[in-house]
Protein backbone atom coordinates (compact mmCIF):
# COMPACT_ATOMS: atom_id res chain seq x y z
CA UNK A 1 0.00 0.00 0.00
CA UNK A 2 2.42 2.48 0.96
CA UNK A 3 5.29 1.76 -1.71
CA UNK A 4 6.38 5.52 -1.54
CA UNK A 5 8.75 4.37 0.91
CA UNK A 6 10.33 1.32 -0.62
CA UNK A 7 11.34 3.22 -3.84
CA UNK A 8 14.00 5.50 -1.73
CA UNK A 9 15.18 2.89 1.24
CA UNK A 10 15.60 -0.31 0.62
CA UNK A 11 14.76 -2.31 3.89
CA UNK A 12 16.42 -5.60 4.79
CA UNK A 13 13.92 -8.64 6.23
CA UNK A 14 15.44 -8.19 9.76
CA UNK A 15 14.47 -4.83 9.78
CA UNK A 16 10.96 -5.69 8.45
CA UNK A 17 9.08 -4.81 11.91
CA UNK A 18 8.04 -2.95 9.48
CA UNK A 19 7.53 0.83 8.86
CA UNK A 20 4.17 0.05 6.86
CA UNK A 21 2.80 -1.39 9.86
CA UNK A 22 2.95 1.41 11.43
CA UNK A 23 2.27 3.83 8.98
CA UNK A 24 -0.91 1.92 8.53
CA UNK A 25 -1.65 2.56 12.15
CA UNK A 26 -0.93 5.61 12.53
CA UNK A 27 -3.80 6.47 9.52
CA UNK A 28 -6.47 4.41 10.82
CA UNK A 29 -5.34 6.35 14.50
CA UNK A 30 -5.74 9.63 12.39
CA UNK A 31 -8.99 8.16 11.06
CA UNK A 32 -9.83 7.60 14.82
CA UNK A 33 -9.46 10.86 15.90
CA UNK A 34 -11.11 12.47 13.07
CA UNK A 35 -14.22 10.57 14.06
CA UNK A 36 -15.40 12.70 17.03
CA UNK A 37 -14.92 15.35 14.57
CA UNK A 38 -12.11 17.63 16.27
CA UNK A 39 -8.40 16.07 16.46
CA UNK A 40 -7.67 17.29 20.41
CA UNK A 41 -3.94 18.51 21.40
CA UNK A 42 -3.95 14.89 23.55
CA UNK A 43 -4.54 12.79 20.46
CA UNK A 44 -2.10 14.56 18.04
CA UNK A 45 0.20 14.14 20.67
CA UNK A 46 0.24 10.79 20.91
CA UNK A 47 -0.09 9.88 17.07
CA UNK A 48 3.16 12.48 16.42
CA UNK A 49 5.15 10.52 18.69
CA UNK A 50 4.08 7.07 16.39
CA UNK A 51 5.09 9.70 13.39
CA UNK A 52 8.34 10.25 14.66
CA UNK A 53 9.56 6.83 14.85
CA UNK A 54 8.41 6.42 11.35
CA UNK A 55 10.52 9.27 10.39
CA UNK A 56 13.60 7.97 11.91
CA UNK A 57 12.81 4.55 10.26
CA UNK A 58 12.69 5.88 6.37
CA UNK A 59 14.64 9.15 6.50
CA UNK A 60 11.67 11.57 6.12
CA UNK A 61 10.75 14.58 8.30
CA UNK A 62 7.94 14.31 10.34
CA UNK A 63 5.46 16.83 8.31
CA UNK A 64 5.95 14.68 5.52
CA UNK A 65 5.50 11.98 7.12
CA UNK A 66 1.76 13.64 8.72
CA UNK A 67 1.03 14.72 5.06
CA UNK A 68 1.05 11.47 3.32
CA UNK A 69 -1.39 10.12 6.24
CA UNK A 70 -3.47 13.15 5.70
CA UNK A 71 -3.56 11.94 2.20
CA UNK A 72 -4.36 9.45 2.77
CA UNK A 73 -7.35 9.38 4.89
CA UNK A 74 -8.37 12.21 2.87
CA UNK A 75 -8.42 9.71 -0.46
CA UNK A 76 -9.73 6.80 1.37
CA UNK A 77 -13.47 5.65 0.89
CA UNK A 78 -13.25 2.82 2.75
CA UNK A 79 -11.15 0.46 5.23
CA UNK A 80 -11.21 -2.40 2.37
CA UNK A 81 -7.17 -1.11 0.95
CA UNK A 82 -6.20 -1.39 4.58
CA UNK A 83 -8.07 -4.54 5.84
CA UNK A 84 -7.22 -6.71 2.61
CA UNK A 85 -3.53 -5.22 3.33
CA UNK A 86 -3.58 -5.97 6.98
CA UNK A 87 -5.18 -9.40 7.01
CA UNK A 88 -2.51 -10.48 4.48
CA UNK A 89 0.66 -9.14 5.67
CA UNK A 90 0.21 -8.63 9.89
CA UNK A 91 0.46 -11.68 12.68
CA UNK A 92 -2.34 -11.93 14.75
CA UNK A 93 0.33 -9.87 17.14
CA UNK A 94 0.74 -7.42 15.08
CA UNK A 95 -3.40 -6.87 14.84
CA UNK A 96 -3.24 -6.79 18.74
CA UNK A 97 -0.49 -3.93 18.23
CA UNK A 98 -2.54 -1.90 16.18
CA UNK A 99 -5.81 -2.15 17.58
CA UNK A 100 -3.82 -1.18 20.88
CA UNK A 101 -2.55 2.08 19.46
CA UNK A 102 -6.07 2.70 18.17
CA UNK A 103 -7.39 2.93 21.71
CA UNK A 104 -4.86 4.28 23.05
CA UNK A 105 -5.57 6.93 20.23
CA UNK A 106 -9.26 6.75 21.58
CA UNK A 107 -8.66 7.42 24.77
CA UNK A 108 -5.75 9.99 24.83
CA UNK A 109 -8.12 12.82 25.19
CA UNK A 110 -9.72 10.36 28.27
CA UNK A 111 -12.99 10.09 26.71
CA UNK A 112 -14.16 7.51 24.70
CA UNK A 113 -16.44 8.57 22.02
CA UNK A 114 -18.93 6.20 20.62
CA UNK A 115 -18.21 6.20 17.17
CA UNK A 116 -14.54 5.89 18.11
CA UNK A 117 -15.16 3.01 19.92
CA UNK A 118 -17.55 1.33 16.62
CA UNK A 119 -14.64 1.94 14.42
CA UNK A 120 -12.63 0.11 16.68
CA UNK A 121 -14.92 -2.59 17.28
CA UNK A 122 -15.48 -2.44 13.29
CA UNK A 123 -11.94 -2.79 12.71
CA UNK A 124 -11.09 -5.68 14.80
CA UNK A 125 -13.82 -7.51 13.67
CA UNK A 126 -13.06 -6.66 9.64
CA UNK A 127 -9.13 -7.99 10.83
CA UNK A 128 -10.50 -11.59 12.59
CA UNK A 129 -9.60 -10.10 16.18
CA UNK A 130 -12.21 -11.98 18.81
CA UNK A 131 -14.06 -9.71 21.06
CA UNK A 132 -12.70 -10.72 24.23
CA UNK A 133 -9.06 -9.39 23.09
CA UNK A 134 -10.60 -6.25 22.25
CA UNK A 135 -12.33 -6.31 25.35
CA UNK A 136 -9.14 -7.07 27.25
CA UNK A 137 -7.07 -3.89 25.27
CA UNK A 138 -9.92 -1.55 26.38
CA UNK A 139 -10.42 -2.51 29.79
CA UNK A 140 -6.60 -1.62 29.60
CA UNK A 141 -7.34 2.10 28.85
CA UNK A 142 -10.22 2.59 30.73
CA UNK A 143 -8.47 1.67 34.02
Given at each position: ???????????????????????????????????????????????????????????????????????????????????????????????????????????????????????????????????IEVLKLK?????
Open positions: MFNFFKKEKKVSEKEKPNFEIELTASVLAYELARSDGEITEDELSVLMSEIQKIAKKVGKSEKEILNIIEVYSKDSVSFHEFVEDINESYSKQEKLDLLYFMWKMAYADNKLDVDEEKLIRRMANLIKIKDNFFRN
